[in-house]
């Protein structure tokens, strides 16, 4: 299952209580050429719309806002080198973070695949 | 679906055709990027040549018997003694030193000088000189011309095919020329630390000219954002952010642009706005001072960060910062004080509350590659 924000993040679940968090296509289509992606720390505590990444392009930096509640599990380190991987595949290799859920009824708040589709029709 | 409050350039719908993200800069509709992004944009310019719209500067022509006693009495310039063809930059000074814009002037006639100057300042700089010197001289902004810039080692070669006479132009020349019957005022100048022009033309043919120019092999459209990286990376000021009505050229670190005719002990010193102020900083060396800043991680630094010492005293700011593709790391340019502004000092950048590690240094990143 994946689920989408307001703000173009994504969450996947990966198993009943673990997911993973990236940002979509469209934000880094935003955003432009990454240079640098500053992570959050493992173990961190984390409420859900909490600043917890940026994703820095050469013209601006973008706040990731935490999808959900919950620990940070682990980063993706390939992230430190090649941030691009996340221009390349935001959805994929270009993941963010995972993390242990608080809650993971706090996914019912958000957007599935047709609904956020949708929202970016509407933003046109 | 044009925007009413918007201006554009007579490139707008070439800009549209080749799939540019357009923003609104300076009240106009711009090309931001292209298709290919302002990395490959950046690295075309520094290994190719790259076409940049820069339509939305204002361009004036001030003449008149006096003209340049009078533009002498606006901006710490030597206008009386510019040679014909000459292109250089000054600034447009206010009572405080502050600088109230920053302009290139090419003298094309002894009674006539050609300004071209920032989108964002033009309508106040017309307010400002008609104000100060419009009883003196004529002034015309020219609305119906287009301004592009043609940045990048191969430039000249590109333009040689109709203008194999630029080449005998020195970098900060200028003259008429005609490329493919088009009439074009062409400086060889340019922001982006490389070797280049810009063309001065009329609008109704600058869409068929930036065509040609594009149909050549060597040449790529580029973006203000590639635009802006480039002049970082070369150590040039935007204003807005590098320099502002209260940031005086010794602040600045533009010594250079006030010549010695315009300073005590000179020909003609002083006579113009924030002379007093200026020339005591010139004399006695400025409180603050425009540096490069480079950050020593990954992180880029952003204009409004903060700087500070070891003992956490706010010492300057960031006025520039972001990355440098041709040097693949962060790069910055700040206002600091004085005594922080010696090249190597470790000082620390207060980046969404944590402290990044910066190192003052040389300026500027990446070599200029001026033919003079």
Redesign the interface.
């Known amino acids: 299952m994946i689920k989408y924000t307001e703000d173009h993040e994504w969450v996947r679940m990966d198993s009943d209580t673990d997911a993973t968090v990236g940002i979509t296509d469209f934000a880094q289509e935003q955003l432009?050429?990454l240079?640098?992606v500053?992570l959050p720390n493992i173990a961190a505590s984390i409420s859900q719309g909490d600043d917890c990444a940026?994703v820095?392009?050469?013209?601006a930096?973008g706040d990731v806002k935490s999808p959900v509640s919950g620990t940070i599990v682990s980063c993706n380190e390939s992230l430190?080198d090649t941030p691009e991987l996340i221009n390349e595949n935001a959805m994929g290799e270009g993941w963010l973070f995972t993390i242990n859920l608080d809650d993971p009824t706090e996914l019912e708040g958000l957007m599935d695949e047709s609904d956020y589709q949708a929202y970016l029709t509407s933003l046109e | 679906m044009n925007d009413k409050n918007l201006h554009y350039t007579p490139l707008h719908s070439l800009h549209t055709e080749l799939g540019a993200k357009m923003v609104a800069f300076a009240n106009y509709s711009m090309p931001v990027q292209y298709p290919g992004g302002i990395i490959q944009e950046h690295q075309h310019t520094r290994n190719h040549a790259s076409l940049f719209d820069v339509s939305h500067m204002g361009q004036i022509t001030i003449s008149g018997e006096n003209a340049g006693q009078a533009l002498e009495s606006i901006m710490p310039m030597n206008f009386i003694d510019q040679p014909l063809g000459q292109h250089r930059y000054g600034l447009l000074t206010n009572d405080a030193g502050g600088i109230i814009d920053d302009l290139m002037v090419t003298r094309i006639a002894t009674d006539s000088y050609f300004l071209v100057v920032n989108a964002g300042c033009k309508v106040n700089d017309l307010r400002h000189i008609t104000e100060k010197i419009g009883k003196h001289v004529t002034i015309e902004s020219h609305e119906d011309k287009a301004l592009i810039a043609l940045q990048g080692p191969a430039a000249i070669d590109v333009l040689a095919k109709w203008v194999p006479e630029l080449s005998n132009l020195r970098f900060m020349q200028a003259s008429n020329f005609n490329i493919d019957g088009n009439q074009c005022f062409i400086s060889r100048s340019g922001y982006s630390g490389e070797d280049g022009v810009e063309i001065s033309v009329s609008g109704d043919q600058v869409e068929s000219l930036a065509k040609l120019l594009l149909a050549q092999d060597a040449v790529k459209p580029a973006g203000l954002g590639a635009r802006d990286s480039l002049r970082l990376e070369a150590g040039l000021c935007l204003y807005g952010q590098d320099l502002t009505e209260n940031i005086t050229p010794v602040e600045a670190n533009l010594n250079w642009a006030i010549p010695k005719v315009r300073r005590d002990g000179g020909a003609r010193p002083g006579r113009y706005p924030g002379y007093t102020i200026i020339q005591q900083q010139l004399t006695q060396g400025p409180k603050r001072k425009r540096v490069g800043v480079r950050p020593i991680g990954k992180a880029p630094v952003r204009a409004g960060t903060e700087i500070v010492d070891a003992e956490d005293n706010v010492v300057g700011v960031i006025t520039s910062g972001g990355f440098g593709p041709s040097i693949n790391q962060p790069i910055a340019m700040g206002l600091l004080e004085i005594s922080v502004t010696t090249i190597d000092t470790r000082l620390f950048a207060r980046v969404r509350n944590r402290l990044v590690d910066v190192e003052v240094c040389k300026l500027p990143f990446v070599a200029h590659q001026y033919k003079r």
């Open positions: 432009g050429e240079v640098y500053e940026v820095e392009s050469v013209k930096a430190d």
